[in-house]
C-alpha cells in the first residue's frame, strides 16, 4: 500500500489558489491514501468571523470536499485533508477521508489550539477507526486527528486501541515538539503515522504565525519513514504493510497491549 503527504504553504483566504496548489503538486503521482494539511482550503490565521463565514464550508457538498473526492477519484486513492467546516450556525477545524467512490467520513478537532477557541466548537463525534479496501491492495484501518491533538496521547492510543494502523494527522504545527513527539505516539502504539504539515506564515494586519513543516511519517518499530525540510512544498510517498501495526509484540515477554496494567490506569 503506497501512503504519503503533500506539504504546501496553503494561501489565507484564497481556497481557489489552494486547490490549484494542491492539484499541481499531486501532478501525475500515484497513491492509495494520501494526507493534506489542517484547513488546507482556508489557511491558519483568522480574524474575524466574516472570514470563517466566507472561507468555511458544509459537509459533503461544498466545492472543497468536491474536489477532493474529484482528485480521489482520478487518482483512485483515498485522501485525508483538514477543512475549515460549517455546519449550520457552527464552525469546526475538521478532517475528512475521501474515497475514490465519493464517499466522506467526518472527523472534529477535539483540541483547539490557541485562538482557535475564539472561532472553532470543539469537536464532537467520537474517535472512530475507518476501513479503507481496494482490490489491489487490500485493506487498511486508519483514524484521524488533527495538529494539537498529538498532545493528548489518549487521541492516538485510543485509535489504536480501536485497531487502527494508520494515523492520519493533518496539522498546522507552529511550536517545535511535535515531530519528535510522532515519533513516541507511533512507537508506544506500534502503529503508523502520517503528520501532514504545512509550510510558511499567515500573515494578517494584527498578528502573523509562522508554520514549521518537517512533515514526518513513522513506522510502528519508532522507524523515521520520510521527512520533509521546514520549506519544501512537496509530496513524498513510501510502500508500507498495514498489517506491521497488528503486531504489538515488543520482544518475547512483552506485548505493547497485553502489557498494559489497566486496573491501575483508573
Ligand atoms: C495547531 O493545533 N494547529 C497548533
Redesign the pocket.
Known amino acids: 500500500m503506497r501512503i504519503g503527504y503533500l506539504q504546501f504553504e496553503p494561501v489565507f483566504g484564497k481556497p481557489e489558489t489552494n486547490k490549484q496548489k494542491i492539484e499541481q503538486l499531486l501532478g501525475k503521482e500515484t497513491f492509495d491514501l494520501m494526507v493534506l494539511p489542517?484547513l488546507s482550503q482556508s489557511g491558519?490565521v483568522f480574524s474575524s468571523k466574516n472570514e470563517l463565514e466566507e472561507l468555511a464550508e458544509e459537509i459533503p457538498n461544498g466545492s472543497f470536499c468536491s474536489f477532493l473526492k474529484k482528485m480521489s477519484a482520478e487518482k483512485e486513492g483515498f485522501i485525508v485533508s483538514g477543512i475549515c467546516e460549517r455546519s449550520g450556525n457552527n464552525f469546526y477545524n475538521s478532517s475528512i477521508l475521501v474515497s475514490p467512490d465519493g464517499k466522506i467520513e467526518t472527523y472534529r478537532k477535539l483540541h483547539l489550539?490557541?485562538e482557535?477557541k475564539l472561532w472553532f466548537s470543539p469537536g464532537n463525534i467520537p474517535l472512530t477507526v475507518h476501513e479503507i479496501r481496494h482490490e489491489q491492495w487490500g485493506s487498511a484501518r486508519i483514524g484521524m486527528m488533527?495538529?494539537?491533538d498529538w498532545r493528548f496521547p489518549e487521541v492516538t492510543r485510543i485509535l489504536a486501541l480501536k485497531g487502527a494502523q494508520i494515523i492520519c494527522h493533518p496539522?498546522?504545527?507552529?511550536?517545535p515538539h511535535c515531530q519528535d513527539a510522532m515519533i513516541t505516539r507511533a512507537l508506544e502504539n506500534h502503529i503508523f503515522t502520517i503528520t501532514a504539515n504545512r509550510t510558511g506564515r499567515d500573515v494578517k494586519p494584527d498578528k502573523q504565525m509562522q508554520f514549521t513543516g518537517k512533515s514526518i511519517m513513522v513506522a510502528p518499530d519508532g522507524a523515521v519513514l520520510k521527512k520533509s525540510s521546514e520549506k519544501a512544498e512537496e509530496v513524498l510517498l513510501i510502500d508500507i504493510d498495514p498489517g506491521l501495526a497488528d503486531n504489538k509484540n515488543v520482544n518475547a515477554f512483552n506485548d505493547a497491549f497485553n502489557d498494559r496494567r489497566s486496573d491501575f490506569y483508573r
Open positions: 489542517e491558519y489550539f490557541y482557535e488533527i495538529c494539537f496539522s498546522n504545527l507552529v511550536m
